[in-house]
């Protein structure tokens, strides 16, 4: 099956610095969402992104399809903003969902 | 208000008591899922429908049963729980399974 790999897998800056967290995948797909986990467990998606670039507020993506990888870009980072990133693919031909490991962010204040 | 809910939000069980964890979602989606959460493993498709009576097996379906009797609701059934099946688990809806999906609250499940 479809194999999703995310970097860094962990990641600590200092409130308002900006970060760029890297999903690949390993076959071309469907569909990529990427989903913010907070530290209390919820489940937030920020972006259906299967390719193109998307922004909203301070975060965007950009999906490049043919080269298999997306990135999320977090700018002037918030304490709120700590968590886990997780992106996740659904590859062509079916709909079983993949996640990637996931990137554990902590930002500082 | 736009949601999806599960219950109950967290659960001790013993092992082979079977037990059911519902899903409701009011957004009239067709695509719903299940997924299990742990810690090493990330978040794993348990079973998806793509609408009314169409279920399909995820990456770890074992263990697990489900039903789409109606659009709106999705239950996970563990016919007989076993400890392995400990995990935190979420269900998720969407408009179909190519557009974005929104997570319940989460189960947290204890299987003794």
């Known amino acids: 099956g479809i194999q999703v790999e995310q970097s860094p897998p962990d990641l600590i800056l200092q409130e308002g610095a900006n970060s760029t967290l890297r999903c690949n995948f390993s076959?071309?797909?469907?569909?990529l969402q990427w989903f913010h986990q907070n530290p209390w467990g919820q489940l937030i998606n920020l972006f259906y992104?299967?390719?193109g670039t998307k922004q909203n507020g301070r975060l965007s993506a950009t999906t490049v399809a043919t080269e298999r990888y997306s990135l999320l870009y977090i700018s002037s980072s918030q304490t709120t903003d700590s968590g886990v990133y997780f992106c996740?693919?659904?590859?062509?031909?079916?709909?079983?969902?993949?996640f990637g490991p996931g990137t554990r962010l902590s930002v500082l204040p | 208000e736009a949601q999806v809910t599960q219950n109950p939000r967290y659960l001790i069980t013993v092992t082979g008591k079977k037990l059911t964890v519902t899903c409701s979602q009011n957004?009239?989606?067709?695509?719903m899922s299940w997924y299990r959460q742990d810690p090493g493993l990330g978040l794993r498709q348990i079973y998806y429908?793509?609408?009314?009576?169409?279920?399909d097996k995820g990456d770890v379906p074992e263990g697990y049963k489900v039903s789409r009797k109606e659009k709106r609701n999705f239950p996970l059934i563990l016919e007989s729980p076993s400890p392995n099946q400990t995990s935190l688990y979420f269900c998720?809806?969407?408009?179909?399974?190519?557009?974005?999906?929104?997570f319940g609250p989460g189960t947290r499940l204890l299987v003794l």
């Open positions: 996740a693919v659904e590859g062509l031909g079916g709909q079983n969902f993949v």
């Open positions: 957004m009239n989606h067709e695509y």
């Open positions: 076959d071309s797909v469907n569909n």
């Open positions: 992104i299967p390719s």
């Open positions: 429908s793509m609408n009314v009576e169409v279920t």
């Open positions: 998720a809806s969407s408009l179909s399974a190519q557009e974005t999906q929104y």
